[in-house]
Each structure stands twice: as C-alpha cells, then as structure tokens.
C-alpha cells in the first residue's frame, strides 16, 4: 500500500510549464527515451532528484520542479529500485495515477554545467548499451 511507502513531500522535474491544480498523467512519450510512451508519472521526495530530473528532462524550455501530490496509489519506480538502488534510498516513485501539481519549487539545486554534462554522457551511455548505437 502506498500509504506505507512514504509520506512526501513529493516532487516532479520537468520543462514542461505547469500550474497549480495541474494533472500530470501516464500516456506521454519518455523525457529520456522519446520513443517510448510511459504508463506510468514519476517522483521523488528529493527535491535534489526532481531538479535532475527537470535539468535532463527533453526539449528547450527551462528546467522546473514542482512540489505534487499524488491522486492514487504509487509504488517504488523499480527502474531504480530493483536495478540500481535497493532499498529506494533515492525515494523515486510511480503510479499509474494522475499526480497533482500542488505548487512551485522555487529554490531547488541547480547543477552546474560540468554536473550537468556528465549526466548528459552517462545517458548516452546508457542508451548506447541499450541499443548499441549512441543517441544524442
């Protein structure tokens, strides 16, 4: 039961400009994987990981982390927690549930350029292991 897993605050980092009230849904392509649709809405209660997450997200807006509350259910994201992380001590989430955005975080930590680069190959990386080519 979700209730169990953690109390939140939650966060979600996107480029997307959201407002307060705002669903988030499953249903949308992967800001990291564009070719996937997700079935699922992701978040942390680490406001740190929301920023990465937003620093990373795809596109050219500006990077932003909103404090959210989910409207149902959620579970450990596995994609962390089974493969790199057990325990979830990063405290990432999903649910196939809309999220709610409850306000904006205005003073998250931003990451600098270097951080933000090596992020950026480690995903290229990453992908490259996946499909064996690399994709920027």
Avoid: C
Wanted: aromatic share 8%; no cysteine; glycine share 8%.
């Amino acid at each position: 039961m979700s209730d169990a897993l953690d109390d939140g605050p939650f966060f979600h980092g996107t480029k997307a400009d959201l407002r307060v009230g705002d669903l988030l849904t499953a249903g949308f392509h992967s800001n990291y994987r564009p070719e996937i649709v997700m079935n699922h809405v992701y978040f942390t209660a680490v406001v740190d990981g929301a920023g990465l997450a937003a620093e990373l997200a795809a596109g050219e807006g500006t990077p932003r982390v909103y404090e959210v509350e989910p409207t149902g259910a959620f579970e450990d994201d596995p994609n962390v927690t089974d493969r790199k992380f057990p325990g979830n001590p990063t405290r990432s989430y999903r649910s196939t549930s809309p999220v709610r955005v409850v306000r904006v975080v205005e003073d998250w930590p931003r990451l600098t350029p270097e951080a933000l680069q090596t992020w950026r190959d480690r995903l290229a990386v990453l992908r490259q292991d996946e499909r064996g080519e690399i994709i920027n």
